[in-house]
């Protein structure tokens, strides 16, 4: 029989939703759900420990889950880049200004005080 090096990554969370939310990371990362413990560290405190049993090449990979928020390990396909709604509803507003400006400037130089942008509806 092969014996392989393992070693133990733990940490304590203030409450259960904490440490199951770790334990989540540490599944989506790869670690196998047998390999995660969530345990409460005492009857009269809502303290809860999370430990995970991996290799020793592995451990700071699992300390850096079991330490890590949410967001920065979750999946790019949960989030909506707006950058392009951004850059489009920018566009639009100069453009807006611009011709704001533009018809402004060219009723003064024909002597009106007047300004009528044409409707758009």
Do not use: Q
Not at 31 to 49: C, G, K, P, Q
């Amino acid at each position: 029989m092969i014996e392989t090096a393992t070693a133990t990554a733990s940490a304590v969370f203030p409450n259960i939703h904490a440490a199951k939310r770790a334990a989540e990371r540490l599944a989506r990362g790869g670690f196998a759900r047998d390999s995660i413990e969530v345990t409460r560290l005492y009857s009269n405190d809502d303290a809860h420990e999370v430990c995970v049993h991996t290799k020793k090449g592995n451990l700071r990979r699992a300390d850096d889950l079991l330490h890590a928020r949410n967001k920065v390990h979750d999946f790019p396909s949960n989030a909506i880049d707006v950058t392009p709604l951004l850059l489009v509803g920018g566009a639009i507003a100069a453009g807006a200004l611009t011709y704001t400006v533009y018809a402004l400037r060219r009723n003064r130089s024909f002597g009106r005080s007047d300004l009528h942008l044409p409707s758009v509806w």
